[in-house]
């Protein structure tokens, strides 16, 4: 379970979160929606213990990643749309070098990886070099490189940027099967049919506030309108939608 809990946090003037507040529970995919510049990042990095709040707090399994970062991380796997891989190894070694930094055994990556190349699909490139690889390649490994110490919790920012039909659809499948297995699942995302398809709740985050949470059917009723979308808009106030 991922707590935020009235969270503010400034950047010089840059108000980036004002008290935002949500809770995402397990075998659940939770969807982070907002405008460009809402806080989504700036909330996700904070879970991941990359930024301070200036008050408020984080709780990653009741564990804050302000005050024990290491067993914070230990929960927890992230993807952000910076997907940094070293280009002369390939995936596999991608893999084996993140589980080491975990502190697993080679017993245990070789497990994992197993178990991984199945669920996210990388047997085309599981012992490729990753320089040259596509966007979608990229994400697979960073979702792989994510879920190999087996967290509980998953931050995805963005995770479907870039990704083709069929790549997004076995990031779906792949996503679902993780909250099948009871893993409690952020994803910050502008794709309203993502959210709509996949999400079993959506935080609505404008100006670093949560303004509504629910449902996309409870989001609709709420706002009077028949699409997420319309929904997103009425709830942020905003004139355009950025949806795909
Ligand atoms: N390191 C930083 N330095 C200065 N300002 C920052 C920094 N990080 C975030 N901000 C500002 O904080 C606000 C929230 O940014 P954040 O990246 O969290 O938004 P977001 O909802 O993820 O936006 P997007 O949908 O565009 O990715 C923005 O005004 C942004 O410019």
């Keep these: ?7 503010y946090k400034s950047f010089g003037a840059v108000s980036a979160l004002d008290g935002l507040d949500f809770r995402a529970g397990d075998g659940r995919i939770t969807g982070l929606l907002g405008p460009n510049g809402a806080g989504k990042t700036t909330a996700l990095r904070i879970l991941f213990g990359l930024l301070k709040a200036d008050r408020g707090s984080a709780a990653i399994d009741g564990v804050d ?46 497990r994992a990886t197993a178990e991984i190349v199945d669920l996210v699909g990388l047997a085309d490139i599981i012992d490729r070099r990753t320089a040259g690889f596509s966007q979608g390649q990229r994400m697979k490994v960073a979702l792989a490189r994510a879920l190999l110490h087996q967290p509980r919790n998953l931050l995805l920012d963005e995770p479907s940027r870039g990704l083709d039909v069929v790549s997004a659809r076995a990031l779906r499948t792949a996503l679902q099967h ?19 398809q996949l999400c079993d709740e959506a935080v609505v985050i404008a100006a670093g506030r949560s303004v509504a949470c629910g449902s996309s059917a409870a989001l609709c009723a709420r706002t009077g309108t028949r699409q997420l979308e319309d929904a997103f808009i009425a709830l942020t106030g905003i004139e355009e939608g950025i949806a795909a």
């Design 1 to 7: 379970m991922l707590v935020l809990d009235k969270v």
């Design 65 to 110: 990643p302000a005050r024990e970062p290491l067993a914070a991380r230990q929960r927890l796997g992230i993807v952000t749309d910076q997907v940094g891989l070293y280009p002369r190894l390939t995936t596999r070694e991608h893999l084996d070098y993140f589980g080491r930094l975990h502190g697993m055994q080679s017993a245990a990556i070789a």
């Design 178 to 196: 993780l909250r099948a297995r009871g893993c409690c699942i952020v994803l910050a995302s502008h794709v309203m049919q993502e959210v709509d």
